[in-house]
């Protein structure tokens, strides 16, 4: 049986994924079969919530204990056992996100699917790529019998459905911890130092410290529930969390299975062909120097085949800006973004360098080779005479110079503070990022 939940985010702070814990509780009588799944989509969608993650927990008779995933009122495992149709999960699984989503509140559109069967891949596709229409996601719903229900505008249905069709062929983990109920909306006492420790201990761990900007990645900056969330490819491996981030102590954890840093988000995408609300990965080269404007965000121009698409890398990005600013035109780059419009612009996520262009400089007029001494312009493009026997030469005679650039080909990313949920990090491609 599989419930799943989306859009119960609000201002004042609930998170989709405490719902998940209180969902646990309420069915206690049953057990896990597979891990919470904890789906990001688009994230270019202008009216998502934030984070836009949904959330599908599956239960039923378990057989076998497999494993301890989290702890709520008790210790939580995942089990085999056979998925079994059960009764009245529907008005359960609503009295809870009735009690905890703020239903009521302007922007909270809670959508609800449970059921045994679960939608084609497809809409996981659009649901994380694309932009999917209400009607469309409920035809589906209707097809297959599943039983949903949706507050407000019934948006939180396309969440809970493109969740539910999710078949991972990537998948990371996040373990969440949670705070005690009268501590939500005081400030957290994580020590700094203690999450650079446990990322340095974290083989498998990823966007968990920022060693550029020197900056912890695992709390919110909300006055959400969430303690704090620890990112991996390895579940056990983020119990380690448990231990060694002292200070406020957790009222609850639970490891969720993730298409967090997996670029499922990204479609390979000719320049010519953008559209707003896509994520898409564009090669061209450079046409235009990088520009800084007020506020220190960072425009240039990216072509190929006679179409042109504008670039940014935004204040946030920090230190990935410095790497920006030193392309040049000419230069052969690979971009993974989301797009924005009108006018198109992609919001780069990723950087790679194929090829970088030769940068020149001119050092000096060419010398006479009459009388040897230095010969003076006649304009732009017109090329050069020698004052004393006017002897002429093109403008291809100038000295010109190769300017080391102080810039490697290969891989860039922004930093773990900027970074979107879905980005794939580097680290996770096995590649190292570029030196500079
Ligand atoms: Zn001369």
């Not at 969440?159 to 705070?179: M, Q, V």
């Not at 620890?230 to 448990?242: F, M, S, T, Y």
């Not at 001119?362 to 004393?388: A, E, F, H, L």
Request: hydrophobic content about 35%; proline content about 6%.
């Amino acid at each position: 049986m599989y419930i799943a939940l989306d859009d119960t985010d609000s201002k004042d702070g609930m998170c989709t994924t405490y719902l998940v814990t209180e969902l646990i509780k309420e069915f206690d009588e049953y057990q896990l079969l597979s891990y919470p799944r904890l789906v990001r989509l688009n994230p270019n969608i202008p009216w998502k919530t934030r984070g836009n993650g949904a959330v599908v927990l599956t239960i039923g008779k378990g057989k076998v204990r497999k494993e301890v995933i989290g702890k709520v009122d008790r210790e939580i495992d995942i089990w085999t056992g056979d998925p079994c149709i059960e009764k009245n999960i529907m008005p359960r699984a609503k009295k809870v996100v009735d009690r905890w989503a703020e239903s009521d509140k302007e922007g909270t559109d809670p959508g609800l699917v449970v059921g045994n069967g679960r939608p084609p891949g497809e809409l996981y596709e659009k649901g994380v790529k694309e932009v999917l229409e209400l009607d469309h996601v409920k035809e589906v719903l209707d097809s297959l019998d599943l039983d949903y229900w949706g507050g407000g505008s019934e948006r939180g249905l396309i969440g809970a459905a493109s969740a539910l069709a999710w078949t991972p062929e990537d998948s990371t983990y996040e373990l969440i911890t949670y705070r005690r109920r009268d501590l939500w909306g005081e400030p957290r006492l994580i020590d700094h130092d203690d999450v650079k420790t446990l990322d340095m201990s974290l083989e498998h761990g990823f966007n968990n410290y920022d060693h550029v900007e020197h900056r912890q990645g695992v709390a919110p900056g909300t006055p959400c529930p969430v303690l704090y969330g620890v990112r991996g490819d390895e579940p056990n491996e983020l119990k380690k969390a448990l231990v060694t981030l002292k200070g406020e102590r957790p009222e609850r954890w639970l490891t969720f299975l993730t298409n967090q840093g997996t670029d499922d988000h990204i479609r390979v995408r000719d320049i010519r062909r953008l559209e707003p609300f896509m994520s898409a990965r564009v090669t061209g080269t450079v046409c235009s120097p990088p520009r800084v404007i007020r506020g220190g965000h960072i425009f240039f121009e990216v072509s190929r085949g006679g179409a042109t698409v504008t670039a940014a890398a935004f204040e946030p990005t920090k230190s990935f800006r410095d790497i920006i600013n030193r392309l040049i035109v000419g230069d052969e780059i690979e971009l993974w973004g989301g797009i924005k419009g009108e006018p198109l612009t992609l919001n780069i996520e990723k950087l790679k360098i194929n090829r970088l262009a030769e940068k020149i400089t001119k050092i000096g007029n060419p010398v006479c080779p009459y009388c040897g001494k230095s010969m003076g312009s006649m304009g732009t493009d017109s090329g050069y005479r020698c004052k004393k026997c006017r002897y002429r030469s093109g403008e291809n005679t100038v000295h010109l110079e190769i300017i080391p650039r102080n810039l490697k080909e290969g891989w860039y990313e922004v930093p773990v503070i900027a970074r979107r949920h879905l980005s794939k990090p580097l680290k996770r491609f096995n590649v190292e990022e570029g030196n500079f």
